[in-house]
T-cell receptor, first 113, second 117 residues
Framework: DQQVKQNSPSLSVQEGRISILNCDYTNSMFDYFLWYKKYPAEGPTFLISISSIKDKNEDGRFTVFLNKSAKHLSLHIVPSQPGDSAVYFCAARFTGTASKLTFGTGTRLQVTL | DTGVSQNPRHKITKRGQNVTFRCDPISEHNRLYWYRQTLGQGPEFLTYFQNEAQLEKSRLLSDRFSAERPKGSFSTLEIQRTEQGDSAMYLC???????????????FGPGTRLTVT
C-alpha cells in the first residue's frame, strides 16, 4: 500500500511563476516529512523538511506547508527557475524510527522559459 | 569529492548469477542505508546500518539479498541467483545519527543500475 502519494506525475510551469507540488499521506505515525530533488543520473538530494508539529517551513525560494487534518503537504517554489527542472520526491519518516524513509512516486517538474 | 560513492554505476548480468555492489559513505557518517528504485516509483527502503550493526531490514530484502558493513565503513549489497525482477536502481545513502529523536539528512549516492537479462 502506498502510504505516501504524489498524484501528479508531471507539472509544467513558466520561469518566474510559482510551482506547487503536492503530496498526500495516509499514516498518522509519520513525524517528519521531507522533499528530495533528483536530476537524471544522480541520487536524490535533500531539499527541505518539516516536523509534524509545524505547519510551515521556509528556506529561500522553497516553502513546505503541512495540513495534518487533511494529511496533505505541498512544496512551493517561488520564483521557479529552469534549474529547478527535476523529479521531486515527497518522503516521510515514522515516529521513533532512526532510519527508513517512505517515498512517494515523484513529480517531474519542468520549468519552461 | 567527499560525497557518497557507489560502484559499479551499471551492472548487466544474466539471470541466476550473483552480483555485488559497493557503497562508500561520507567518512564521518555512522548510518548507512540501502534503497531500491524501480521505474516510475520512489526509492524503497531495504536495510540500514548503524556503524557495523545491521539494525533494520525490509521485507523486500529476501533471503537472496545480503548486506554487510564491516568495520562500519563501506558497505556491500550482494544479490544471489538474480532474477529479472531484481532489475532496478540500487541507491545507498548515509547520515549522521544518534538516537531516534532528531532528523538527520540522508545523503544519497548516484546509484547502481542493475539489469538482469
Amino acid at each position: 500500500d502506498q502510504q505516501v502519494k504524489q498524484n501528479s506525475p508531471s507539472l509544467s510551469v513558466q520561469e518566474g511563476r510559482i510551482s506547487i507540488l503536492n503530496c498526500d499521506y495516509t499514516n498518522s505515525m509519520f513525524d517528519y516529512f521531507l522533499w528530495y530533488k533528483k536530476y537524471p543520473a544522480e541520487g536524490p538530494t535533500f531539499l527541505i523538511s518539516i516536523s509534524s508539529i509545524k505547519d510551515k517551513n521556509e528556506d529561500g525560494r522553497f516553502t513546505v506547508f503541512l495540513n495534518k487534518s487533511a494529511k496533505h503537504l505541498s512544496l512551493h517554489i517561488v520564483p521557479s527557475q529552469p534549474g529547478d527542472s527535476a523529479v521531486y520526491f515527497c518522503a516521510a519518516r515514522f515516529t521513533g524510527t532512526a532510519s527508513k524513509l517512505t517515498f512517494g512516486t515523484g513529480t517531474r517538474l519542468q520549468v519552461t522559459l | 569529492d567527499t560525497g557518497v560513492s557507489q560502484n559499479p554505476r551499471h551492472k548487466i548480468t544474466k539471470r541466476g548469477q550473483n552480483v555485488t555492489f559497493r557503497c562508500d559513505p561520507i567518512s564521518e557518517h555512522n548510518r548507512l542505508y540501502w534503497y531500491r528504485q524501480t521505474l516510475g516509483q520512489g526509492p524503497e527502503f531495504l536495510t540500514y546500518f548503524q556503524n557495523e550493526a545491521q539494525l533494520e531490514k525490509s521485507r523486500l530484502l529476501s533471503d537472496r539479498f545480503s548486506a554487510e558493513r564491516p568495520k562500519g565503513s563501506f558497505s556491500t549489497l550482494e544479490i544471489q541467483r538474480t532474477e529479472q525482477g531484481d532489475s532496478a536502481m540500487y541507491l545507498c545513502a548515509s547520515s549522521l545519527g544518534g538516537g531516534t529523536g532528531g532528523l538527520y539528512e540522508q545523503y544519497f549516492g548516484p546509484g547502481t543500475r542493475l539489469t538482469v537479462t
